[in-house]
């Protein structure tokens, strides 16, 4: 990860409350593959998904936030547990106030996540933005941190994990796996 290795990034993640995600090019790698039916299927990686229900295990909920809708997407939550999902967005910054209203959770307490042009309004705004590896360039110079990993190939599992570390806990959520 490519991290700023000083003690306010450190206490930066450790703050961190929500984790908040885009779906395409970040959950998924960006493709998304139609049936002869037209019914849209999209891969999601399953080291992902552990990084997700530890962070969850560990008290930091994780939320959706992106600008399409898909039935495959809402499968996915479902199977992680995730409840808080915001879709079919046009502008991604509004969903802060809902949080903020239904949680408490400010923006200052909020990771996202993001990947192309539509995520930099809400990485503007929120404590910690990380991009993806193969995030469009100007989305990484918007982010305070990118990932090792493309979307889709293991980079929300790795933020996961760096959020668990700055708090205290992975060794706690190994011991629970192993």
Same mark, same amino acid.
């Given at each position: 990860?490519?991290?700023?290795?000083?003690?306010?990034?450190?206490?930066?993640?450790? =703050?961190?409350?929500?984790?908040?995600?885009?779906?395409?090019?970040?959950?998924?790698?960006?493709?998304?593959?139609?049936?002869?039916?037209?019914?849209?299927?999209?891969?999601?990686?399953?080291?992902?998904?552990?990084?997700?229900?530890?962070?969850?295990?560990?008290?930091?909920?994780?939320?959706?936030?992106?600008?399409?809708?898909?039935?495959?997407?809402?499968?996915?939550?479902?199977?992680?547990?995730?409840?808080?999902?915001? %879709?079919?967005?046009?502008?991604?910054?509004?969903?802060?106030?809902?949080?903020?209203?239904?949680?408490?959770?400010?923006?200052?307490?909020?990771?996202?996540?993001?990947?192309?042009?539509?995520?930099? =309004?809400?990485?503007?705004?929120?404590?910690? =933005?990380?991009?993806?590896?193969?995030?469009?360039?100007?989305?990484?110079?918007?982010?305070?941190?990118? =990932?090792?990993?493309?979307?889709?190939?293991?980079?929300?599992?790795?933020?996961?994990?760096?959020?668990?570390?700055?708090?205290?806990?992975?060794? %706690?959520?190994?011991?629970?796996?192993?």
């Amino acid at each position: 990860m490519n991290i700023p290795q000083d003690d306010v990034w450190i206490e930066k993640l450790k =703050s961190i409350r929500l984790l908040l995600l885009d779906v395409d090019g970040v959950l998924t790698d960006g493709g998304i593959v139609y049936d002869d039916a037209g019914a849209e299927i999209k891969t999601f990686n399953v080291r992902d998904g552990l990084g997700i229900r530890l962070l969850m295990l560990a008290g930091v909920p994780v939320g959706i936030a992106t600008g399409r809708r898909s039935p495959a997407l809402l499968h996915r939550c479902a199977n992680l547990k995730i409840t808080m999902i915001f %879709d079919g967005l046009a502008q991604k910054t509004g969903v802060l106030d809902i949080i903020a209203d239904q949680t408490g959770i400010t923006a200052d307490e909020i990771a996202y996540i993001g990947d192309d042009l539509m995520d930099i =309004s809400l990485m503007q705004k929120v404590g910690v =933005s990380i991009a993806v590896a193969d995030a469009h360039p100007l989305v990484i110079s918007a982010a305070h941190m990118v =990932s090792r990993f493309p979307g889709g190939r293991g980079a929300v599992r790795e933020i996961c994990e760096m959020i668990l570390m700055a708090k205290g806990v992975w060794d %706690d959520m190994l011991q629970r796996l192993i």
